[in-house]
């Protein structure tokens, strides 16, 4: 008989070939678990070893806020305006600035009539004293003549006694007025001080309010918070901020680096697709917590020790955007010895014969780095060998 099918023996297992070379599975596999590996490293470790940072463009702030309690009438600038000094910002209507306005007004008005009249009287004095002064001397005068003719037994006791009540008379009138002109005087004085007084604070109130209209104190650009028409406004609220000046870079530094972040510093600003170079122009004394947009959800909030960045060239960023700073890391951080490496970077590109010139090898080795800064060449081949 013939066997139709030949079928495998169970107590015999063929051992099968398994298959060897590329496994794509197993490189997206093990691409994945690096890629992992370097996130956790570069999450945990990073800055510590890069000098990485965020920052705000800022500049000269000016706050612009309501002097009394207020509502908006009209508001003529709009955000990201750009404005000079003398600009008519917002007109206000306060109530309690115009009830002010009017009981100063009536004061003064008050303490000016009274200080006419005061004045009146004191000019009024000031022509009765004479006469009175005359009165006095001819009484005087009138004394002298008649204790002459009494020697003489030419006139009687109440002859004399009439000329005593006359003189005595005339010189209580002239002591009344020139005390009351003394004392008219000082008054006058005094409400002359008030009245001034009153009408300087009056000037200045009417200075200041200027009716209602507040003007910008300086050249700049509108801020990107601007109060709405109609809005009210307590006194010492916020209408607006202006910003003036050269625009620099407010950076937020963390304290885990393990290098030295010094002044003069050369580093990279990035905001999305657009880089630039900037200087780390001063170390500030003093730190701050990160902005909201800053913080990280599974951290603790940390205040950071605050630095300004001059800006290399003009600038473009918007102000207030939120920018990106890197550039030292833990071999080099812009110094001499990160220059010297980058020297070394570039003499090793000409040596290999991949750069034509000494000087295209420094130049590719500075891009690499960011570095901004000139190298001096003395000491270094300037021949290819």
Known sequence: MKKIKTRPRLDKVDFEARATGFSFGRTVYLFMLFGLFAFLLNYFFGQTLFFRAHGLVMQEQHIVDAFYNSHLVDVYVEEGDSIDKDTPLVRINSGDVTAQIATLSSKHAEIATKLGGLK??????????????????????????????????????????????????????????????????????????????????????????????????????????????????????????????????????????????????????????????????????????LPSEFQNLFKPTERTRLARIDIDGDMPFALLEKVYISGCDLFFCGTEDGQQWAMQAGLIKFKNHTVDSISEGYEIALNFLNLNSTIDTTGFASEKK
């Open 120 to 289: 009146s009287r004191e000019a009024t004095l000031k022509l009765l004293i004479p006469l009175a002064q005359n009165e006095v001397n001819y009484a005087l005068v009138e004394k002298d003549g008649l204790k002459e003719l009494k020697n003489k037994q030419l006139i009687n006791n109440q002859r004399v006694a009439q000329n005593m009540n006359r003189l005595l008379n005339a010189q209580t009138k002239l002591s009344s007025l020139e005390a009351e002109y003394e004392g008219l005087n000082l008054e006058v004085k005094l409400v002359s001080k008030a009245e001034k007084s009153v009408k300087s604070s009056l000037d200045d109130l009417k200075l200041n309010y200027d009716k209602g209209v507040i003007k910008s104190m300086v050249s700049g650009r509108v801020g990107p918070r601007v109060a709405s028409q109609g809005d009210v406004k307590l006194a010492g609220e916020k209408i607006m901020t202006i910003y003036s000046g050269d625009p620099y870079i407010v950076t937020y530094m963390p304290h885990s680096y393990l290098f030295d972040i010094k002044e003069g510093m050369s580093v990279t600003l990035k905001s999305g697709n657009r880089e630039m170079q900037g200087t780390i122009s001063s170390l500030l004394p003093v730190a701050d917590a």
